[in-house]
């Protein structure tokens, strides 16, 4: 049973627009919710990431929108960059638990 | 800079071939992870460790071993690997807390790609 669902599977934005991830989860019990990027062949890096007391996180280009009511969360990408090709990976846990993955998004930032 | 590194990044063994892949950490976190990663898949955990704890997830093979000497070094031995192993191999670290203010950062290594011929 997948415990986080993340869609789309691949993306292709326009430079300059907004690219956006969304997630969805099943377990109330996770509080922190991270997402990771990974370029071919490197590890993932933690971009951003939040916790359920707020309904978002903004950091640069980079914001996280969550719905606790809804149990989804999402990813946004605002002025999307070539250099912003990538997969990403939406996870959440709950206190010291490992991370629950979803299945990733390769998103391709066209120009 | 604190980080994550990995050794070798690179490693071709032959089929049922024993190979040790390392992991060592200078950000004196506690958790070590490793994770299996395949190409375009999610990572997927194999073990971890809280100190000197070990936890084995169910679908780990058995043919996957693990040792952990001390809080900044931790190993993966794969005993027999099958053409099927060969995957990019993740080592990621953090720490445990509590409270509002915690936040379960993970950091990752950059990887050791694993070939079997």
């Known amino acids: 049973q997948q415990q986080v669902k993340q869609s789309p599977q691949s993306l292709i934005v326009q430079k300059g627009g907004i690219s956006i991830i969304n997630c969805a989860y099943e377990?109330?019990?996770?509080?922190?919710f991270p997402w990771y990027q990974q370029f071919p062949g490197k590890g993932p890096a933690l971009l951003i990431a939040i916790r359920p007391d707020v309904s978002e996180k903004k950091e640069g280009r980079f914001t996280i929108s969550f719905n606790k009511s809804a149990k989804q969360f999402s990813l946004h990408i605002m002025d999307s960059q070539p250099g912003d090709s990538a997969t990403y990976f939406c996870?959440?846990?709950?206190?010291?638990?490992?991370?629950?993955f979803g299945k990733g998004t390769r998103l391709s930032v066209i120009a | 800079d604190a980080m994550v590194i990995q050794n070798p990044r690179y490693q071709v063994t032959q089929f049922g071939k024993p190979v040790t892949l390392s992991c060592s950490q200078t950000?004196?976190?506690?958790?070590m992870y490793w994770y299996q990663q395949k190409s375009s898949q999610a990572p997927k955990l194999l073990f971890h460790y809280y100190d000197k704890d070990f936890n084995n997830e169910a679908d780990t093979p058995d043919n996957f071993q693990s040792r952990r000497p001390n809080t900044s070094f931790c190993f993966l031995d794969i005993r027999s690997p099958g053409l099927g192993d060969a995957a990019m191999y993740l080592c990621?670290?953090?720490?445990?807390?509590?409270?509002?203010?915690?936040?379960?950062?993970?950091?990752f290594g950059p990887g050791t790609r694993l070939t079997v011929t």
């Open positions: 377990n109330t019990a996770f509080d922190y």
């Open positions: 950000l004196n976190h506690n958790v």
């Open positions: 990621a670290t953090s720490t445990t807390g509590t409270g509002r203010s915690f936040y379960n950062e993970q950091y």
């Open positions: 996870a959440a846990n709950s206190g010291n638990t490992p991370l629950v």
